[in-house]
T-cell receptor
Framework: NAGVMQNPRHLVRRRGQEARLRCSPMKGHSHVYWYRQLPEEGLKFMVYLQKENIIDESGMPKERFSAEFPKEGPSILRIQQVVRGDSAAYFC?????????????FGPGTRLTVL | GIQVEQSPPDLILQEGANSTLRCNFSDSVNNLQWFHQNPWGQLINLFYIPSGTKQNGRLSATTVATERYSLLYISSSQTTDSGVYFCAVLSGGSYIPTFGRGTSLIVHP
């Protein structure tokens, strides 16, 4: 049973370019969470999605960031016009349901470097 | 919102030593998880333990929900135990976990 998959594992972008990060949840999981981790810090919640629905995006910056989880295919976190401050590790996690009794499983993360 | 505090923030051990990591939380919780982030950055699930005690090899965890804390025990530590240990909680019907700031563990050979 494959775990949560993320790609790419490392992404380098120049300022002003777009970054697309992908997350495939574990089989049977329909809930995806995205987190950002800055160096030497803990994880900060960004957005919570179900298939075709954004449930909570309270942790995501209002501009330049967007997320989707289509009916088919992986969840995508998109960062437009990247800036150096976007450099971080981005993790996704999946769970079978979104209730507060469910265990989350994390992917290996995507390390974004903005030059 | 709920506050999560982990202690100690940093811990240095000699291989073979035992240690206890603590996670305090300010409100009742429905869900508590312990994670290990290894030196390569990967987050590994250790325990899903909203209450009670669980053991997995050299690791065990206990959550006393009524007293609002959880403990992670590492026995006979190995260099591969190095990394950061996070606890994360869910409370009050929220589906957004709150993470502690972590305990950074270094195990020397």
């Amino acid at each position: 049973n494959a775990g949560v998959m993320q790609n790419p594992r490392h992404l380098v972008r120049r300022r002003g370019q777009e970054a697309r990060l992908r997350c495939s949840p574990m089989k049977g999981h329909s809930h995806v969470y995205w987190y950002r981790q800055l160096p030497e810090e803990g994880l900060k919640f960004m957005v919570y999605l179900q298939k075709e629905n954004i449930i909570d995006e309270s942790g995501m910056p209002k501009e330049r960031f967007s997320a989707e989880f289509p009916k088919e295919g992986p969840s995508i976190l998109r960062i437009q016009q990247v800036v150096r401050g976007d450099s971080a590790a981005y993790f996704c996690a999946s769970s079978p349901r979104g209730s507060d009794y469910n265990e989350q499983f994390f992917g290996p993360g995507t390390r974004l470097t903005v030059l | 919102g709920i506050q999560v505090e982990q202690s100690p923030p940093d811990l240095i051990l000699q291989e073979g030593a035992n240690s206890t990591l603590r996670c305090n939380f300010s409100d009742s919780v429905n869900n508590l998880q312990w994670f290990h982030q290894n030196p390569w950055g990967q987050l590994i699930n250790l325990f899903y333990i909203p209450s009670g005690t669980k053991q997995n090899g050299r690791l065990s965890a206990t959550t006393v929900a009524t007293e609002r804390y959880s403990l992670l025990y590492i026995s006979s530590s190995q260099t591969t135990d190095s990394g950061v240990y996070f606890c994360a909680v869910l409370s009050g019907g929220s589906y957004i976990p709150t993470f502690g700031r972590g305990t950074s563990l270094i195990v020397h050979p």
